[in-house]
């Protein structure tokens, strides 16, 4: 008699499982998602824990932390400024990077242009595509002028298969597009499972810290923005990378969320072209080409790891008849812009609650930092006076609920990218402004203790 095989349910949005269905999910909250799947049988156990000593080699004994070698690691260029930025100087062999984002925000782009010019600097290239055909994949690279001999493509699922072909061809990169599509032949589930995700990025990642294979894994993301299937996958990888702009936009943002090998305050920049993705070196200028000063309208110097970036923030306040008014916000969180209007109005004493107020970033750069309260406050107050604000000024600060202004960090860094683009004048705390003084930085600072205080220098009322 054949014996039964074991199953559990396992949820497809956070990988919980138990032994029976459940309609909600008590890990995620999720409903519908608990999917039956075989469990594979268990090897008879080995090594220790049978009784059978493990030969280990000096380099896996423990050793004191202090006779660890610390050599830096070797890297290698993307030939992608932008890319290497965000990667913290390049690639290094051996490490696996998830890359993930909507679709058609230019994933599988970059990495096919990535390959190539990887390739022509000399090294083997394999890229395994399991949504395309490797005619697909040409006519692609057609395109992008990603063309090169040790370029290899293959379409394939069958991670056993995919395993043969990395150990025919030994390429130096490896890309996979995508980790949804592939399975392992033993598992039972289908591909996209919890439990495929999930086996085959720990196989993947074994044949590459085994090989020294540097490898890029491309994932998709829920309707929601996050990363599909179990959690799990971002802590196998070495690097997580996120795409962030809308599909239709000009521009497009590589931020790293995970990076064993680097910071992830870094972001890259690219430009959305016939071609393919460009990498956008001075972003500041492109943000600011097409601005046209109206109220409403402020620079803001803001600060992604060491890169300073002017980004313009628009906002329009207008009556509204309905209760309760409209609070729209793109690239800013929305959170945020409510509690700032509460400052305006408790504060400030702007009648501004019963109006409807929309914010947007120009260019599609999403602005978390606290930095940005203070061009927030000043836009809003703009358009809801008509007021220009001073020409050729650029505002920072964080506001603080009382109303106060308080200091940010990399104010000298922010006033300077200010300078070099031309900008004559800064409203900056009161504490930033203190500690530049005497610095040769080309502009005139005014600092402000309160919000009231930072409009009216950014909004001076004209004389007579």
């Not at 916000?329 to 400052?343: F, T």
């Not at 409807?356 to 006076?385: H, N, Q, T, W």
Request: charged share 25%; net charge neutral.
């Amino acid at each position: 008699m054949a014996k039964k095989k074991k199953t559990v349910y396992v949820c497809q949005e956070c990988g919980y499982d138990a032994p029976k269905w459940l309609g909600k999910c008590p890990g995620c909250g999720a409903w519908n998602t608990m999917v039956e799947e075989v469990l594979p049988d268990e090897p008879v156990g080995k090594g220790a824990a049978s009784g059978v000593a493990l030969g280990l080699s000096d380099a896996q004994k423990p050793r004191p932390i202090g006779e660890v070698e610390t050599r830096d690691l070797p890297r290698f260029s993307t030939h992608s400024g932008e890319l290497d930025r965000v990667l913290g100087g390049g690639v290094v062999p051996g490490s696996m990077v998830l890359i993930v984002g909507d679709p058609g925000v230019g994933k599988s782009s970059l990495t096919l242009a990535v390959c190539a010019d990887v390739a022509r600097a000399g090294k083997r290239v394999l890229y395994v595509t399991g949504e395309e055909s490797t005619r697909q994949v040409r006519m692609r690279a057609d395109r992008l002028g990603a063309l090169a001999d040790t370029l290899y493509v293959v379409s394939e699922t069958n991670l056993d298969t995919i395993a043969t072909h990395i150990a025919n061809v030994r390429p130096e990169l490896l890309v996979i597009d995508s980790i949804q599509t592939m399975f392992r032949p033993e598992l039972a589930s289908a591909p996209g499972s919890v439990s495929q995700v999930r086996e085959s990025a720990a196989e993947l990642l074994r044949i590459a810290k085994t090989g020294g294979i540097a490898s890029f894994v491309i994932g998709h993301v829920t309707k929601d923005g996050n990363l599909a299937g179990p959690r799990v996958l971002e802590h196998i990888v070495d690097t997580v990378l996120y795409f962030e702009g809308e599909r239709n936009a000009e521009y497009r943002v590589l931020r790293a969320v995970k990076n064993r090998f680097g910071s992830t305050n870094e972001i890259g920049l690219f430009e959305m072209r016939e071609s393919g993705l460009a990498d956008v070196p001075d972003a500041s200028k492109l943000f600011l080409s097409d601005r046209q000063e109206d109220s409403g309208s402020v620079i803001i110097p803001t600060v992604e790891g060491t890169r300073p970036l002017l980004v313009e923030l628009q906002a329009l306040v207008a009556p509204t008849p309905y209760v309760p008014p409209r609070r729209t916000a793109d690239s800013v969180d929305i959170k945020r812009i409510q509690l700032l209007l509460a400052v305006l109005e408790k504060r400030v004493h702007l009648s501004i609650g019963a109006c409807d107020v929309y914010v947007k970033v120009a260019g599609g750069i999403r602005i978390d930092e606290p930095a940005a309260d203070l061009g927030i406050c000043a836009a809003m107050a703009s358009s809801f006076s008509s007021r220009l604000l001073r020409p050729k000024t650029v505002v920072f600060g964080e506001v603080g609920l009382s109303g106060e202004v308080r200091a940010v960090s990399q104010a000298e860094t922010r006033v300077r990218e200010a300078a070099r683009l031309g900008f004559k004048s800064a409203v900056l705390p009161m504490k930033n402004c203190r500690q530049l003084e005497g610095e040769s930085l080309g502009l005139t600072l005014y600092g402000a203790e309160t919000v009231r205080q930072a409009l009216s220098l950014a909004m001076p009322r004209e004389k007579g």
